[in-house]
Structures are given as structure tokens and as C-alpha cells.
């Protein structure tokens, strides 16, 4: 039977009063690793201050979330609502969901729903276009045939050629329409599905920056599975410390390369992150990513092992970050160079992962970079 595997790859790191990593690339439990964990290594760490951050977490969309913010009127209950709005609108999860009330709405019909969800898909068509189509948010039915998502069956061997070949007729995310006036409104005008997971996550995070910084906030972290984005200084008056985790399920929990962010948000993708382990494929990768490629319907099997976009909200990041693992190390690497987009690509080759950086991610790069190639 086909085994699912899930970690988290990139989270925060801060600067605190232990010394339990002495080495920021040695292995440790992913969330203790990446989500509060003080390394004392990092030259970034300075006396605290007086101010009084806070901390709160919890668990939102399958995964955990986390904010330390200098904000004395935060409360766990303002993150928790506006999460749960980010669930009812967005969900693919909770049939209740206006997402899934899109879905399984008859094909022409108009749905009203928040600005926020018509918000997103707009943002998600922006992708799209300059994507050149790696970024598909109507690609659930070809998800589910490779045994992921919502209603996914157990899978253990890839799905026929005409399988593919149908689920890839029910995806086109040109065929979303929407219309903000009088009212916001979504409708689909063919038998396509919405999956917003490539891009959820990031959008969450954005949604609780703006909580915080609605309370006159300025220096924070928010931190959902991984996607984070930040504002302002940490406690120890310096900038946040981002981990990039090694794309390797064996290393669970080793950094790969550290980042440091004062203000914008940090996204990571990778192949080894969620993925199924099958028996006999009848090919010679036994594993298949989550991450499909729309244009061939399916998962991706090139070199590259992981992207991370530094960009200023998380949602874009987020989606860029799925675009250009989907693109591949070379339509991906020039894509990103040509947009002047902050990317680091760590790809995997015979003897060990090798890291390429945009000429605008260099500068987030915590310790000197190797060369860029």
C-alpha cells in the first residue's frame, strides 16, 4: 500500500538564550529545529531588549502555526478567528467551505463569497499568466488520480495514460470567472475544481499579518507550516532568522541554508516533502511528489530537489515557489532571473545537493554564498 509522507521545509529559527544548536546544520526534530529553536552560532544575536514579545501557536490546515510579535494587545483568539475565516472560505477539506460550495456549484451558476476568496484567485490567475501555466489551481482531478488531496484514493502504481489524459480535460483555471460588483461573486464556467493548496497556506499568512499589524503592530513573525513572512526586528533587536530545510527525507529536520529576513515573507517547495512511496511503479522513481505538472498531468521527476521565493507577501511567494518547481532547473531558473524574483534552488545530483541563488536572493543569505552559477 502507498505510504503519504509530510514535513515541513522551511520555518523560523530565533536567536534565544539556549545553545542546543551549535551547528545550524546539524539534524533535529522538524518543528523544534525549525520553530523557535535558539542558535547560538548566529552573529545576528544582540542583547535583548525591553520590549515584550509574545508568543502564540496552534494548529491551522493540517499543520501548525506560530507568531512572535511585539504586540502587547494580540490575542490568540483574533489569530484563531481569522483563520477560521481563512478556512471556511478557502478549504478543500470542509464541505461547507465556500471554495467547495464553488466546486460543487452547477457549472455557469454565480456564488456569492468574501472579497478575499476573489481576491486570491486573481492573484492565482496572475501567477498563472506568468507562469506559463506551472501554476494550476484546477488541477485537483489529476491530484487525486496520483493519490493526493481530499477523496484521494490508496495508490500503488501510476495512473494510465488515458486516465491522465480525462482528469487533464477538467483543468483550466481560465474558465474561473469573477465579478466584484454588486457584490463579490465566483463562477465557473466549465466542470473544473478549485485547489487552492499551493497557495492557501502563504494567503494565510498574510491574513495574520494584517490582523497584527491592524493592532499598530510593526515587529513580528508569522509562521504557518513552514511559509513565513516578517516584519521589524526580533527580540534580540535583529533580523529574523529563516531556516531552509535539507530536501531530503532522510535529514529530517537539517538546515540547509539559513536566511536572514527583516521585512517580507519566505516560501519553499520542494519534491521530497509530500509525497507517496509505492510499490512497483513499473518505473525506476518509486516516489511520486505531490508537485504535478499541469502540461504533462504528472508529478515532476527533474533534478531539481527545492525552491524558496523571498517576495513581500507569503501568498506569492508561495505560489512562485510551486511555479518554478513545476518549471524545472532551467525554464525555472531563467523564469526567476528574468523576473528578478529572489529565489534560491537547491537541486540534487550524484554527489550531494548543489545551491544556485538569483542575484536578488543573495543578500538574505546569512553566511557567504558559494558562486552563483
Not at 3 to 25: D, F, K, L, Y
Not at 78 to 100: C, F, H, I, K, W
Not at 132 to 159: H, K, M, Q, S, Y
Not at 364 to 371: D, F, G, I, K, T
Request: with cysteine; glycine share 8%.
Amino acid at each position: 500500500m502507498a505510504r503519504r509522507h509530510t514535513m515541513p521545509m522551511s520555518g523560523a529559527v530565533e536567536c534565544g538564550e539556549t545553545n542546543q544548536w551549535r551547528n545550524p546544520i546539524k539534524a533535529a526534530p522538524v518543528l523544534r529545529a525549525l520553530v523557535g529553536i535558539a542558535i547560538s552560532v548566529l552573529s545576528a544575536c544582540e542583547a535583548p531588549s525591553e520590549s515584550i514579545y509574545r508568543t502564540i501557536s496552534g494548529q491551522t490546515m493540517g499543520t501548525y502555526y506560530r507568531v512572535e510579535a511585539e504586540c502587547s494587545v494580540l490575542t490568540p483568539a483574533a489569530l484563531e478567528a481569522e483563520l477560521a475565516r481563512v478556512n471556511t472560505q478557502m478549504s478543500n477539506y470542509d464541505p461547507g467551505s465556500q471554495l467547495s460550495r464553488l466546486n460543487g456549484a452547477p457549472v455557469d451558476q454565480w456564488l456569492n463569497v468574501d472579497p478575499e476568496l476573489v481576491s486570491i484567485l486573481r492573484s492565482a490567475q496572475t501567477l498563472h499568466k506568468a507562469s506559463d501555466g506551472a501554476l494550476e489551481i484546477t488541477i485537483a482531478p489529476v491530484l487525486r488520480l496520483w493519490g493526493f488531496g481530499p477523496g484521494a484514493a490508496d495508490v500503488v502504481r501510476a495512473p494510465a495514460i488515458d486516465d491522465i489524459r480525462r482528469a487533464l480535460e477538467r483543468v483550466d483555471q481560465g474558465l474561473l470567472e469573477w465579478r466584484t460588483e454588486p457584490n463579490p461573486q465566483l463562477r465557473r464556467r466549465g466542470p473544473v475544481e478549485v485547489d487552492l493548496s499551493a497557495i492557501a497556506k502563504g494567503h494565510g499568512v498574510d491574513r495574520l499579518a494584517e490582523v497584527i499589524e491592524a493592532q499598530g503592530c510593526r515587529n513580528y513573525l508569522v509562521d504557518i507550516g513552514g511559509e513565513v513572512r516578517a516584519s521589524g526586528r526580533n527580540a534580540r533587536g535583529g533580523g529574523w532568522i529563516v531556516g531552509i530545510e535539507v530536501p531530503d527525507p532522510r535529514s529530517v529536520g537539517a538546515v540547509q541554508r539559513l536566511l536572514s529576513l527583516q521585512t517580507g515573507a519566505v516560501a519553499t517547495s520542494g519534491d521530497y516533502r509530500n509525497f507517496i512511496e509505492a510499490a512497483d511503479t513499473g518505473s525506476a522513481r518509486s516516489n511520486w511528489s505531490h508537485t504535478i505538472d499541469p502540461r504533462t498531468g504528472s508529478p515532476v521527476t527533474h533534478s531539481l530537489a527545492s525552491v524558496t521565493v523571498i517576495a513581500e507577501q507569503a501568498a506569492v511567494a508561495d505560489g512562485w515557489a510551486t511555479a518554478l518547481l513545476v518549471l524545472g532547473p532551467v525554464a525555472g531558473w531563467a523564469r526567476a532571473r528574468e523576473l528578478g524574483l529572489a529565489a534560491i534552488f537547491i537541486l540534487r545530483t550524484e554527489t550531494g545537493f548543489v545551491e544556485r541563488y538569483t542575484e536578488s536572493a543573495v543578500a538574505y543569505l546569512v553566511a557567504p554564498p558559494s558562486p552563483v552559477h
